[in-house]
């Protein structure tokens, strides 16, 4: 049973059921307990002052997923509380993980980097626990270094890169000029963008890394020595589109309008390919996108949208399961019967051969939505067109034990 | 102006001379457009639109008054509902409706209005005539379908991010039942006789028929189109005739009307309609169904003899809503 304090509010607000349906909730109530673990990164100062990450990323969504499971748990009887635990950069992920299992939750939602992710997933409590991954966009995770009991919510960089190139072959835009910041994330969407132009039929024209360190871009004057910099980057070489890898935000917001040649700028800025954006406001999004910024007073990240996606995921389950136990809640997740509605107009389900949430990806600027990929039977498959996105069972290198 | 005078004056000859030849009056469609806060008046005897008028913010769900007189529309930006003269073709009255009213229903009376608040999870009861909020009743996340009974004694409420169909008895304004369906519920759709409602899952692909007695899902209908991607099938709007041979379902995305007979479920064909078609609305004689089109910004209209789309008229930017009256 759920702590009685946690129903007050909200048995307060359905004042106006029937007696019937209140005592329905009440005799049948079965609690879900779901863990939050997150851990502060430690940014670099990012080059996008203007846009300063929130530090309450990812939690808010999880919050508000809670909250949309209970709105409908008043009618199935069903409560789901949050136990959160967010620890600072650095420290131990082992013991909050275990004090977790301990407290007998058994679905953990993490907002963790790769090698966290995989730390809790290895300890023997997390053997009974499924783990729902909200920030890695690790291609390894989904492959070699995959595992059993981890459920993926963002799409992988393989996936976000193949999104962006279908929509790249379907305007005709084929030859890619492709830039690669410093970071290892930088190198694996690059690889990803090769890997997404053979399969998609483009072609990259040029690479080359960016190293270019710009000390004094913020002083008088600095764009000079930018603006001279990008179009000597870009000087010669025939291209259609400058695909930038920089996750961290580094240098790719200076590269539009300053090529030599006038060109598009689209990966991680200029038209990115994410999970959620800002300007998204179609097939309900817009509900989503106002729920969210009243209750957390700010936009919804692509983050926030995972971690909600992971509880809802779980609501859903348990509805459909009509069970709270987290066993046949997993099941459930994995079965074909499961689907979630995201409000990209699409059924979403996971991936069994590595774990993986299908769906769609947007294509988004700042301040509009230019497409949705995979564009409508543009890039047929056998099975679903969503999979055209990422890495394919026949090609998976994912192997869970 | 000259020539819209001159229109209006050959529409009028038109009319009369339908009247003269003993033929039933034509209809009146009235569409709403969400995008540019209109509402547009369309001739169903020419099936060209004769006027546009403008209305609040962000215009969803329309109906009629019980007199045919007026009509009520859901002004979602606004957060009202505005009452449209059709007579006078302007706006005479606003009438609350709690935040982000989409869509409604209306009491077999005329006197109670029905609205789905899609931002704050409630459905809010607003008596007409005195123009006041009666109650608010909590239902599931985002609140869109609302199916009144013939006997306007239970309201169906389908909400989009919980999955359910809550039946709401409507003189306790109580939920007194909960029917899990697919996922994102649109529309529920009583049939004539009050013994099911129909509720489609935009995203889940699906119509459930619910049997109104027990509460149970007795049907649940797919659909394939050849050709089409699973995905793109997402049912939002639901018709049936009154005498419960045909039901149409408005596939979203798929840009077709499914034609489905509503004694055997069975899918008897597609119609080719516009894009993204999500409402539908009968004439007033059941002769014709019109559908709103929501990205090629026109209405679609069916002929229900020969189960044929004759026309595709042009109306405003994102139509949403329509209604039909004599």
Redesign the interface.
Known sequence: MAPINNWRPILSLVMGLTAVAVTDVCAAEQAVKIGWLSQTANRTVAHAYLDQPPTDEGIEGARLGIADNNTTGHFTGQSFELVERLVPAESDIAAPFRDLAANNIRLVVTDLAAPELLSVAALPEAASVTIFNTAASDDRLRGADCRANILHLPPSRAMLADALVQYLATKSWPSIFLVVGRGDGDREFAADIRHAAKKFGARIVQEKPWTFVPGARRTDTGHFAIQAEVARFTQGISYDVLVVADEQDEFGDELPYRTYDPRLVAGTQGLVPSAWARPHEQWGATQLQERFLHQAKRWMTDRDYAAWMAVRAIGEAATRSKSADPGAISAFLRSDQFELAGYKGARLSFRPWDGQLRQPILLADARSLVSVSPPPGRFLHQFSELDTLGIDRPETKCRMG | MPNGLTYRLVVIAAAALLCAAGIAKADTIYVSNEKDNTITVVDGASLSPVKTIAVGQRPRGILLSRDEKSLYICASDSDHIEVLDLAAEKVVRILPSGRDPEYFALDPAGKVLYVAN??S?LVTVVDIDRGEVV????V???PEGMGLSPDGKYLVNT??????A?VI?TA?????A?V?V???PRRAVWTDDGAQFWVSA????TISVVDAAKYEIVKRIAFAVPGM?A??I?PVGVAITRDRKLAFAALG?ANRVAVINAQSYEVMRYLLVGQRVWNLAFNPDQTRLYTTNGVSNDISVIDLAALKVIKSIPVGQLPWGVVSRR
Do not use: W
Not at chain 2, 172 to 176: A, I, L, N, Q, S
Not at chain 2, 202 to 205: P, S, V
């Open positions: 899609e931002d999870n109650t608010e009743i909590p599931g996340v985002e909400s989009e991010t919980t999955n359910m809550h008895d306790k304004r109580e939920v007194v909960n899990l697919d996922s994102r935009e995203i889940g692909g991607p995905e793109a997402q995305p």
